[in-house]
């Protein structure tokens, strides 16, 4: 079973810039769809943006649209969600997340396809 560990989450001003980073274990990263989902504090998990196996399609929430960014790297296993222009309403709970050994033309923002989980990391924006 792959594991995915986030880094990269902290305490950050808004407008600035944060990265968070998921490491994959295992060989079927290359051949799987990923993504980033949110939780706030109460609330039901959201989601952030995902990527298909080859970087050929992304998709972003209406939220964060412009402002962040995912990509990946095959050879190192990792995924990458670049923010910028943070917000205080950006602070959440954000996971990341594999459709494994799923390779779509379009990806998926229903939580339900994704089978892998992260532990999360926390990202938390003061105004």
């Known amino acids: 079973q792959v594991q995915l560990v986030e880094s990269g989450g902290g305490l950050v001003q808004a407008g600035e810039s944060l990265r968070l980073t998921c490491r994959a274990s295992?060989?079927?990263?290359?051949?799987?769809?990923m993504g980033w989902f949110r939780q706030f504090p109460g609330k039901e998990r959201e989601f952030v943006a995902a990527?298909?196996?080859?970087?050929?399609?992304?998709k972003f929430a209406d939220s964060v649209k412009g402002r962040f960014t995912i990509s990946r790297d095959n050879a190192e296993n990792t995924l990458f969600l670049q923010m910028n222009w943070l917000k205080p309403e950006d602070t959440a709970v954000y996971y990341c997340v594999i459709r494994t050994d799923y390779c779509s033309d379009f990806v998926s923002s229903l939580q339900s396809v994704y089978n892998g989980w992260g532990q999360g990391t926390r990202v938390t924006v003061s105004s």
């Open positions: 990527i298909n196996c080859i970087s050929r399609d992304r």
């Open positions: 295992g060989r079927t990263f290359g051949s799987s769809d």
